[in-house]
């Protein structure tokens, strides 16, 4: 998927789950930044053409690790180690770009190891994910 269509998805799961959060901004930002962390694998994507991805890159392939429930969990973990009030933003934010990716042809090794993949219809770029695109905006509008 295209990042605005991550953002699209990202937003409506944050407004779904505002509500139920204490600290707001950093629960949006986190869901904001964790949204777009698994593409820095690719240096097709707008944020992994920065150095710090690249060095990810040498040791990645797109969609393989990073694409992962796996590696979501190990870094919510990690997170919930040091910063607990910043778990569940980065949690939706990432796990709803995994859930994403799962519905595109390329698809995702969500249990990485395993060589399992969840994979759909969907070619990014495409009018199918465009219109995904825009009902998520819609949506995003309605329940603002």
């Known amino acids: 998927m295209l990042l605005k269509t991550h953002y699209a998805i990202t937003a409506c799961g944050i407004i779904l789950f505002l509500p139920f959060v204490n600290n707001p901004a ?4 986190m869901a904001l930044i ?4 698994p593409d820095f694998d690719t240096r097709f994507s707008k ?5 710090a991805a690249r060095v990810m890159q040498v040791f990645t392939k797109h969609r393989g ?10 870094l919510s973990f990690l997170l ?3 910063f607990p009030k910043l778990v569940f933003g980065f949690f939706l934010g990432y796990s709803l770009h ?3 990716d799962s519905f595109t042809k390329n698809g995702i090794s969500p249990f990485w190891p395993l060589k399992t993949k969840a994979e759909g219809l969907i070619t990014t770029g495409s009018k ?3 219109g995904i695109f825009f009902i998520f ?6 329940l603002g």
């Open 34 to 37: 964790a949204t777009i962390l």
């Open 47 to 51: 944020h992994g053409k920065n150095p």
């Open 26 to 29: 950093s629960f949006i930002l």
């Open 65 to 74: 690790i990073v694409h992962s429930i796996t590696f979501c969990f190990v």
């Open 98 to 100: 995994l859930l994403a």
């Open 128 to 130: 199918i994910e465009r």
């Open 137 to 142: 905006v819609a949506a995003d509008i309605l």
């Open 80 to 82: 919930a180690l040091f």
